[in-house]
């Protein structure tokens, strides 16, 4: 079993920044692709960004590139999304999902694709 911790979402003013991080524990993350996704009320679940724990690459959703980045701290164990610049229309709930065994064909940006999620952490942006 997979735990998944998010911290660092909370209440900013627009145009500040914030840095979530997700905390995997239980098993090894060496094989894991780590994941955002985000879905704010009435709307769909969205995919966010994503990275590879092993090499690092990255992946990230068309209308993400920019404001967001998406890391990883293997001494700290933790995955972190870098959100600059908010926005009112960031205000969504994010969450941080695990893909045990991550290959080159695995759809990255597909919630069903992974196999275990976060709580959650609520991001609300004010004008």
């Known amino acids: 079993q997979v735990q998944l911790v998010e911290s660092g979402g909370g209440l900013v003013q627009a145009g500040g920044s914030l840095r979530l991080s997700c905390a995997p524990s239980?098993?090894?993350?060496?094989?894991?692709?780590m994941g955002w996704f985000r879905q704010a009320p009435g709307k769909e679940r969205e995919f966010v960004a994503a990275?590879?724990?092993?090499?690092?690459?990255?992946y990230y959703a068309d209308s993400m590139k920019g404001r967001f980045t998406i890391s990883k701290d293997i001494a700290r164990n933790v995955v972190n999304l870098q959100i600059n610049s908010l926005k009112p229309e960031d205000t969504a709930v994010y969450s941080c999902?695990?893909?045990?065994?991550?290959?080159?064909?695995?759809?990255?940006?597909?919630?069903?694709?992974?196999?275990?999620w976060g709580q959650g952490t609520q991001v609300t942006v004010s004008s």
């Open positions: 990275i590879r724990w092993s090499g690092g690459i990255t």
């Open positions: 239980g098993r090894t993350t060496s094989s894991f692709l």
């Open positions: 999902a695990a893909k045990t065994q991550y290959s080159s064909s695995s759809k990255y940006y597909n919630a069903n694709e992974y196999d275990y």
